[in-house]
C-alpha cells in the first residue's frame, strides 16, 4: 500500500533505484494487493467504481445544520477542506471530528481511530474531553484513539505524511486531520521568488493526502486560513490561501466565516452537493446546532 501511495518518481529519488526498476516494483505490489482484492484493477468497469463508491464512509458531523451541509457528513476517499478567517472555528471542527469518527457506525460514526497532524500547535486534549463527555461517550478511551503528529516544519510534515501508512493500518484510523495543511508552507516560503517551489512541495504533500485517503478509504480533513484579496469587488473579500493546489486536490470545500457568536458554513466547491450555507453555533461540545443551543440554555435557565 506504502508503494503505491509514494509512487515510482518518489521510490527511485529515495532510493537511488532506476525509475524502470522503481516503476516494476510498485506495479507487482499493486497486482498483489490487486489479487487480494485489496483495490481495483486499472480497468474496471462503471458497476465496480459504482461498488467501490459505495464503500465511502460518512463521519456525520453531529449537527443537523453541518450533516445537511455535507449531505450526511465527511466523506472517505476524499479531502475535505475547511477554510476561514482566525476564530471561525476550523480547529474546534477538527477536534469535533476526531470525537464522532469514533462513535459506531450505527451512530454515524466509522468506530475509527484518528491521525491529527497539528503543525500550529492547537491540538487540545482538554477540548477532546469535554466533547467527549458531552456526547456520553468515555474520555479516555476516545483520547487513546487519537494519535498525534506534532509537525515542527514543512518538510517535517511531508515526512509524517509519508510514514502514515504503519500508523493507519496498525490504529484503525478513519481520519487524517491536517490543520493547518498550508500553515507552514507559508511561513517557510515567503515572497514571490519561492511561491513556484512552495507550489510545488504542497502540491505533493496534497498529493500525499489524497492518494492515503484513497488507498486507505479513509476520510481526510485539510484546514486552510484566508487572505484578503484586494481584487474582490463583490462579495467577501476573502480567500483561501494555497490557491489552485489546494483548490484541486480537495473534493469538497467548505468555508467558515463568523457573525457574532453564530458561524456561517459554506458549501464552496463539491461535484454534487448544491452551494448552499448553514449556520451552527460553538460550544463546549465543539460545533453544534443553534437550535439544541437556545434549547439547552432555556432548560438551564428555567432550571435556574
Ligand atoms: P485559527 O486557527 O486561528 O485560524 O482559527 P480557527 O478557525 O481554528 O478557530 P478555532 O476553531 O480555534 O475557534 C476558536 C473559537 O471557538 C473561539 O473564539 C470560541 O468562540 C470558540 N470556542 C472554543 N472553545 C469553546 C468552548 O469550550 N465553548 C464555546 N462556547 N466556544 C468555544
Ligand atoms: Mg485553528
Redesign the pocket.
Known amino acids: 500500500m506504502d508503494l503505491l501511495v509514494r509512487g515510482p518518481v518518489d521510490i527511485s529519488e529515495i532510493t537511488g533505484m532506476d525509475l524502470e526498476v522503481a516503476v516494476k516494483l510498485v506495479t507487482k505490489a499493486r497486482q498483489q494487493l490487486v489479487e487480494d482484492g485489496r483495490i481495483d484493477k486499472d480497468f474496471v468497469t462503471a458497476t465496480e467504481i459504482y461498488k467501490r463508491r459505495q464503500d465511502i464512509g460518512k463521519i456525520s458531523t453531529g449537527t443537523s445544520a453541518l450533516d445537511m451541509l455535507f449531505d450526511g457528513g465527511i466523506e472517505t476517499q476524499a479531502i475535505t477542506e475547511v477554510y476561514?478567517?482566525?476564530?471561525?472555528?476550523?480547529?474546534?471542527?477538527c477536534h469535533t471530528m476526531c470525537v464522532n469518527v469514533q462513535k459506531p457506525k450505527e451512530e454515524g460514526g466509522l468506530d475509527g481511530g484518528v491521525l491529527y497532524i497539528d503543525t500550529?500547535n492547537?491540538f487540545r486534549p482538554e477540548?477532546i474531553v469535554?466533547i467527549a463527555k458531552a456526547k456520553g461517550l468515555d474520555p479516555e478511551k476516545v483520547l487513546d484513539r487519537i494519535i498525534v503528529a506534532r509537525a515542527y516544519n514543512s518538510a517535517h510534515q511531508e515526512l509524517i505524511m509519508q510514514e502514515a501508512g504503519p500508523v493507519i493500518e496498525e490504529s484503525k484510523i478513519k481520519l487524517i486531520v491536517v490543520d493547518s495543511a498550508v500553515g507552514l508552507f507559508r511561513a517557510e516560503f515567503l515572497g514571490r521568488g519561492t511561491l513556484a517551489n512552495r507550489q510545488q512541495r504542497l502540491n505533493k504533500f496534497m498529493h500525499l493526502l489524497v492518494r492515503t485517503a484513497e488507498t486507505y478509504n479513509i476520510a481526510a480533513i485539510a484546514?486552510n486560513?484566508v487572505m484578503a484579496s484586494p481584487d474582490t469587488f463583490f462579495g467577501d473579500p476573502t480567500r483561501p490561501i494555497g490557491g489552485n493546489v489546494v483548490a484541486h486536490t480537495s473534493t469538497y470545500r467548505v468555508y467558515?466565516k463568523k457573525s457574532g457568536k453564530k458561524r456561517i458554513a459554506r458549501m464552496v466547491d463539491s461535484p454534487h452537493h448544491p452551494e448552499q450555507e448553514v449556520i451552527f453555533a460553538?460550544?463546549?461540545a465543539g460545533v453544534a446546532d443553534l437550535e439544541e443551543e437556545s434549547k439547552k440554555k432555556k432548560k438551564d435557565e428555567a432550571e435556574e
Open positions: 476561514g478567517e482566525f476564530g471561525s472555528g476550523k480547529t474546534q471542527f500550529e492547537t477540548r469535554s484546514t486560513q467558515f460553538l460550544t463546549e
